[in-house]
């Protein structure tokens, strides 16, 4: 007799920052932020099998990813069998990955929010999104948003989430160069540099109401790139603007450049400029969620 195997997929979508602003350092070594965060059509996918190993393991379909207690979705995994005390009978993490890594849009923590999600569904626990990501925020501060998604203002270390207008249809161009950024890096250059200029988080806060999209994209600033230099930038930036973005930004600690376009054949014509500058590049949507169950 065949059984068949139990197991769940999810999509676990990138994220986008439309504004982030470091507020301060923190007495625990985080620092206080203010993000205006977007998921976005971008994603991996995470598939939970059952496998009766009584272990956590991990495969995934490029090189360059810790296969161990390393990887986030296996601390994902680890910390929803501990919360639930359910016990682990074993399963198999499979990671097919899009996402750009060390990118600034979550990649590592789309794949553990993915994996608290697929459990969740798994085992029949039943926690609410809030319990998940009271799990989450102890194995990364933007698992929480990755777990809900969609526009959200992320407060705290990220973790202090609250629903804005979600933003309009439109084509979003994602570019990343050939580099990584180390987000403890770069954050320890805030520590040693400070900024020179703070957003304007009151007026991105009324675009958003208004969900004017030319008003949202003027406003987009991220403080990162006061202090991280990524190569190619400027160029990726100016192709953007030359070929109708509403406005520009780099994502999390980088090293992504994105555009905001309301036009896909501009954002298609955008991305045949910037492919001599950048190693990965997309053309993609907003979406209302972090994470999805395929059915």
Aim: with cysteine.
């Amino acid at each position: 007799m065949i059984t068949e195997e139990i197991k769940v997929k999810v999509k676990a979508y990138a994220k986008i920052n439309l504004m982030l602003d470091i507020v301060g350092g923190r007495t625990d070594g985080y620092h206080d932020l203010f993000m205006i965060m977007q998921s976005i059509g971008l994603y991996d996918t995470i598939t939970v099998t059952e496998t009766k190993s009584k272990k956590i393991t991990i495969t995934c379909n490029i090189d360059d990813i810790p296969l161990d207690e390393k990887n986030i979705a296996y601390k994902a995994a680890d910390a929803f069998f501990k919360h639930t005390k359910i016990k682990n009978k074993g399963i198999n993490i499979d990671i097919v990955k899009r996402i750009p890594h060390a990118a600034g849009m979550a990649g590592g923590s789309a794949d553990g929010a993915g994996v608290l999600v697929a459990l969740n569904e798994l085992t029949g626990a039943n926690l609410t999104d809030d319990e998940l990501c009271s799990i989450g925020v102890k194995i990364g501060a933007d698992v929480p948003f990755c777990i809900k998604g969609g526009t959200l203002l992320a407060q705290g270390i990220g973790d202090v989430l609250n629903k804005v207008n979600p933003l309009r249809k439109c084509y979003i161009l994602i570019a990343k160069p050939d580099v990584g950024v180390n987000t403890a890096y770069a954050y320890k250059q805030f520590d040693e540099c400070g900024k020179t200029h703070t957003p304007d988080k009151l007026g991105m806060l009324y675009a958003m109401q208004s969900r004017d999209l030319a008003d949202i994209a003027s406003r987009m600033e991220n403080v990162f790139e006061q202090f991280i230099d990524v190569p190619n930038k400027v160029d990726i930036k100016s192709v953007m603007r030359e070929n109708g973005a509403l406005g520009v930004c780099m994502s999390g600690s980088g090293p992504t450049v994105f555009g905001i376009f309301d036009d896909k054949q501009k954002a298609e014509n955008a991305a045949a400029g910037v492919e001599k500058y950048a190693a990965d590049i997309c053309i993609t949507v907003p979406v209302s969620k972090g994470c999805k169950i395929v059915k």
